[in-house]
């Protein structure tokens, strides 16, 4: 009932926020890059600050860590059977690199045992210099490079693409205000019905989410001492797989579809999501304690999984049915290690 709702919440949620920012005018790019792009991390988020208030540390890494592998593991090898994923060659050179570059970021920031505060900011700041990588080089989305995107967030030019969209929205409200009353007037009492409708909504699926999240976390940690294993390990199994459900239904959909590079992108931009938003949010609400399982395995497994499906698709810029199977056969390695590692109590 817990990943219930909080999966179908998530969804409802991510849909009523974009209808309203939609309504008060906020652009379809900007409503894409955020809202929607962050909207199937939204399960990792809600389970993450539950744990962060609660303190159960563990559930965090393995909910993220998880996650993250069942998503290049699993759902992409499950996209790639479902017929070959040709993918831009663009893609691969920014958000590929992305990935296993946050990946071992990911790695650096727990060598010891600890995410703290300071480096939670750090992961934000960097998570934030990427959407506005994005929306900068919007004009030439499939041209920019990881290398261009480090050059970005090192040289701190960021901060430059603040102060020009501050700008251009500055200009946005004085064409505005030249708009007659009567426009004005009409357009408020066309929208206000329909905002205070997506907002309410917005309202209820959010605390049908907090609640899904807050059941989800005391069953983990109810099971995890039921059984004597490790919140971490329970977190990386059961709480991962539901929480990549949102993952799994865009992905899957849209390989089935043709649109390969929705698939993938899907994917990269949800692991950098939860690593760098998630794991950022966690770790300034409450320094995040680091489990000797995701020490010595989880994460190192990541790490392996994300450069492994990076040589893949560079290869021949695609994902064959043969790769996804072999992206199978790491999903039932890594699930099969962590039963292990349940039986021995390595925690």
Do not use: C
Request: hydrophobic letters at 50%.
């Amino acid at each position: 009932l817990g990943l219930a709702l909080l999966v179908k919440g998530s969804d409802i949620f991510v849909n009523a926020i974009s209808r309203l920012a939609k309504r008060i005018g906020i652009s379809d790019f900007i409503i894409g890059l955020t809202i929607v792009a962050i909207g199937t991390s939204v399960p990792e988020l809600a389970n993450t600050i539950i744990s962060s208030v609660k303190g159960y540390n563990e559930i965090i890494i393995g909910n993220i860590v998880g996650s993250n592998v069942i998503n290049i593991t699993l759902l992409l090898g499950l996209s790639a059977i479902l017929g070959n994923i040709k993918i831009k060659k663009e893609v691969i050179e920014r958000d590929g690199y992305l990935v296993v570059f946050v990946s071992f970021l990911f790695f650096l920031s727990i060598l010891f045992w600890r995410i703290k505060r300071l480096e939670g900011f750090m992961l934000l700041t960097l998570y934030a210099a990427y959407l506005l990588f994005l929306f900068k080089s919007k004009r030439v989305f499939w041209e920019q490079k990881f290398s261009e995107f480090f050059t970005y967030y090192m040289k701190f030019q960021f901060v430059e693409t603040i102060k020009q969209f501050k700008e251009k929205t500055q200009n946005h409200r004085k064409i505005d205000a030249h708009l007659s009353n009567a426009i004005r007037k009409h357009r408020k009492g066309h929208i206000t019905r329909r905002i205070l409708r997506d907002s309410f909504i917005a309202i209820i699926s959010l605390i049908a989410l907090a609640q899904g999240s807050n059941m989800v976390v005391n069953q983990a940690v109810a099971l995890a001492a039921r059984f004597n294993i490790s919140q971490t390990i329970i977190a990386t199994v059961i709480i991962a797989t539901g929480t990549t459900l949102p993952e799994l239904t865009v992905s899957l959909t849209a390989a089935r579809k043709g649109f390969n590079n929705i698939a993938v992108g899907n994917l990269l931009g949800s692991n950098i999501a939860n690593i760098l938003l998630v794991i950022g949010i966690g770790a300034v609400l409450r320094p995040i304690q680091v489990a000797k399982v995701a020490m010595f395995f989880s994460i190192p497994y990541l790490m392996f999984v994300s450069s492994f499906v990076l040589y893949l698709i560079k290869q021949k810029q695609e994902v064959s049915k043969t790769s996804g199977i072999i992206l199978l056969v790491l999903y039932m390695i890594f699930m099969a290690t962590n039963a292990i590692l349940s039986q021995i109590n390595f925690s």
